[in-house]
């Protein structure tokens, strides 16, 4: 079956930081890759995509690119701020399917 | 706002009740889904719904009962609580025939069970 497999946290920066979560997944075929972000005592947000290897998703300053040759879309971002401390899932959707597999998820603080 | 809501927002029951949780969208999309989140925020579907239909059942316990109204609405009664039910559940849906399948989560309905 689909599985994704990310870092553990919690990840603990400080302000201008480089992040870095990695995440590596397994499916068969050409999954769709996802990273949600869950900020404090709220539901789960689309944070970026991607659909193809290759692919370069990006949003808020954050990016991740689907590696198909390593089965990885870890995602990064230059310089963290206080408000990017959140919990950060990565996710997979198979080809044609509507089942999200997520990772367990890592938490990230961004200290001033 | 358009948007994914969902109620309660906090649920306390003791062991043994029957509980709902409601779930609306008035994004006009077709497919309607439960996660559940445990206290180790590990994320993992139970049900989704496409037009009333079922059409993903994970192995979930036969008290957890979702009910599809009409295509907006998505609840999960649950019967005969446990305390391993203590979780965030979140209710999801997403457009038909998008790809990728993009879901748009509501804020979670947080069930403690005593």
């Known amino acids: 079956g689909n599985s994704v497999t990310q870092m553990e946290g919690p990840v603990t920066l400080s302000e201008e930081a480089f992040l870095t979560i990695n995440c590596t997944y397994t499916?068969?075929?050409?999954?769709?890759l996802f990273w949600y972000v869950q900020y404090p005592g709220e539901g789960l947000q689309l944070l970026l995509k991607?659909?193809?290897?290759?692919d370069k998703g990006s949003n808020k300053g954050f990016e991740a690119t689907y590696r198909k040759e390593t089965t990885s879309f870890h995602l990064e971002k230059g310089s963290v701020q206080v408000s990017d401390s959140a919990v950060y899932f990565c996710?997979?959707?198979?080809?044609?399917?509507?089942?999200?597999?997520f990772g367990g998820g890592t938490r990230v603080l961004v200290k001033p | 706002d358009t948007a994914v809501s969902q109620t309660p927002k906090y649920l306390v029951t003791q062991m043994g009740n029957d509980k709902s949780i409601k779930c609306e969208q008035n994004?006009?999309?077709?497919?309607m889904y439960w996660y559940k989140q445990d206290s180790k925020k590990f994320l993992k579907i139970m049900f989704s719904?496409?037009?009333?239909?079922?059409?993903i059942n994970e192995t979930v316990p036969n008290r957890f009962s979702p009910k599809s109204p009409d295509k907006a609405h998505l609840n999960l009664h649950i019967n005969s609580l446990e305390l391993g039910d203590s979780a965030v559940y979140f209710c999801?849906?997403?457009?038909?025939?998008?790809?990728?399948?993009?879901?748009?989560f509501g804020p979670g309905t947080r069930l403690t069970v005593t």
């Open positions: 994004l006009g999309h077709d497919t």
């Open positions: 999801a849906s997403s457009p038909l025939g998008t790809s990728p399948n993009e879901q748009y």
């Open positions: 996710a997979l959707i198979q080809a044609a399917g509507n089942k999200l597999t």
């Open positions: 719904y496409n037009n009333k239909e079922l059409i």
């Open positions: 991607a659909t193809k290897a290759d």
């Open positions: 499916a068969t075929g050409y999954p769709s």
